[in-house]
């Protein structure tokens, strides 16, 4: 059974930073999904196998970075300039192709990990 396995979430000031990771193997394209209390899930990021191919969400768009380490096997999500609007559950997901596009469709994944807390608030 494959796993995805997040962390480093938590309550972070406005303007602060946090850097989640996603721990799992057996996955091609990964991506990152957030989902706040009376809103639809959003597509936040997603990074090709390789890590040469990555795409952002315009309301994350040069503040969050993603990048991989396939020798540790786990995907991270530098967050930075967080806003209270970033406050949400964080999943990753892990697809079976190599496919990162600009629209981060969450069914076109087929792996997901539990969720972690991230919490922007003074």
């Known amino acids: 059974q494959l796993q995805l396995v997040e962390s480093g979430g938590g309550l972070v000031q406005p303007g602060g930073s946090l850097r989640l990771a996603c721990a799992g193997s057996?996955?091609?394209?990964v991506g990152w999904f957030r989902h706040a209390p009376g809103k639809e899930r959003e597509g936040v990021s997603c990074?090709?196998?390789?890590?040469?191919?990555?795409n952002y969400a315009n309301s994350v768009k040069d503040r969050f970075t993603i990048s991989r380490d396939n020798a540790k096997n786990t995907v991270y999500l530098q967050m930075n300039s967080l806003k209270p609007e970033d406050t949400a559950v964080y999943y990753c997901?892990?697809?079976?192709?190599?496919?990162?596009?600009?629209?981060?469709?969450?069914?076109?994944?087929?792996?997901w990990g539990q969720g972690t807390q991230v919490t922007v608030s003074s």
């Open positions: 057996g996955f091609y394209a």
């Open positions: 990074i090709s196998s390789s890590g040469g191919i990555t």
């Open positions: 997901a892990g697809r079976r192709f190599n496919i990162c596009s600009g629209n981060i469709r969450g069914y076109e994944y087929d792996y």
